[in-house]
């Protein structure tokens, strides 16, 4: 079927600790070749980095501020060591922007990193904030302070800190009974709100065992906005997510529990929405849904 279509199978990565060996087929001449995957140490599933062996998700850093030719980096990638003599005397937002954008997160396994991009970025946005159209492209090249390029330094720094991670890709343990629950996590503050989502399994020791599937997170607008109302947008992020996952995932959910850390927010989503303005309403509606 998939031949038909083009697409050719080279090889099977198979994930644990045993001795992936396979023989193959050679498409050109026809004889049978020998494969050991142990070799390949990273594969790829999706654009995220997975360690077969593990059965794990991590993430590896790559940091160049070197000129492309042809859409390649052309000198090497800058250790932790070297950030201080490598980046740049005049950095500019569009040369941290291409850094940033090289961590891929769909899942948002990592949002303590992401979100610190996204808050240095806005603040780099409000410092070359400006009405002239006939210079909006060209600020993304301008030199940034001081004081903001001593910043992105300290944050490329703890950058490399997202290479200790690693996230299961199985959401199931081996151990697991029952079904699980879906446990849901939001809050908010002035910078930001997010949420977060994991299953929880009992396991057969009587024990339990709890595995992150998703975080989300949205900077705080630049209009100032109360702590209980972005704590309750983080709440609205938490239903949009529960919905999804309910959806999508194939796993019967014993509960689903919601937390948030805010009185405020809970007697807002439990309250009906006739009581409250606009805002408040629209988004306490939408929990209760």
């Not at 720094?157 to 343990?173: S, Y």
């Not at 079904?179 to 994991?198: H, Q, R, W």
């Not at 057969?204 to 705080?220: M, P, Y």
């Not at 014993?254 to 927010?265: E, G, L, P, T, Y």
């Amino acid at each position: 079927m998939l031949a038909c279509g083009g697409f050719r199978i080279k090889h099977w990565i198979i994930s644990g600790n045993e001795k992936c060996g396979s023989t193959l087929q050679s498409q050109d001449s026809g004889e049978s070749v020998e494969v050991d995957l142990d070799e390949f140490a990273h594969e790829k599933i999706l654009g995220m980095r997975w360690d077969p062996k593990q059965d794990l998700f991590d993430f590896k850093v790559k940091i160049n501020f070197s000129p492309k030719y042809k859409n390649v980096r052309k000198g090497e990638n800058i250790t932790k060591s070297q950030i201080e003599s490598s980046v740049p005397t005049s950095l500019t937002p569009r040369m941290v922007l291409s850094q940033v954008a090289s961590v891929y997160d769909p899942l948002g396994l990592a949002p303590p990193y992401t979100l610190a991009a996204k808050v240095l970025m806005r603040k780099l946005c409000i410092e070359n904030n400006t009405n002239d159209k006939t210079i909006v492209n060209s600020r993304w090249d301008y030199a940034m302070s001081v004081e903001s390029r001593l910043e992105w330094m300290d944050f490329f720094k703890e950058l490399f800190d997202i290479e200790q991670l690693k996230f299961h890709r199985c959401l199931k343990p081996d151990n697991a009974v029952g079904d699980p629950m879906l446990v849901i996590f939001s809050d908010g503050s002035k910078l930001a709100y997010g949420t977060c989502a994991y299953v929880r399994w009992g396991t057969a020791h009587g024990g339990f065992e709890s595995r992150l599937v998703i975080a989300k997170n949205r900077i705080a607008p630049t209009k100032q906005m109360s702590v209980p109302r972005l704590e309750l947008c983080g709440a609205v992020l938490a239903a949009r997510i529960r919905q999804k996952l309910v959806e999508e995932m194939d796993y019967k959910f014993s509960r689903v529990i919601h937390i948030v850390d805010s009185m405020i927010v809970r007697a807002q989503i439990q309250r009906e929405s006739y009581g409250f303005g606009t805002f408040v309403a629209t988004k306490g509606s939408r929990n209760s849904k």
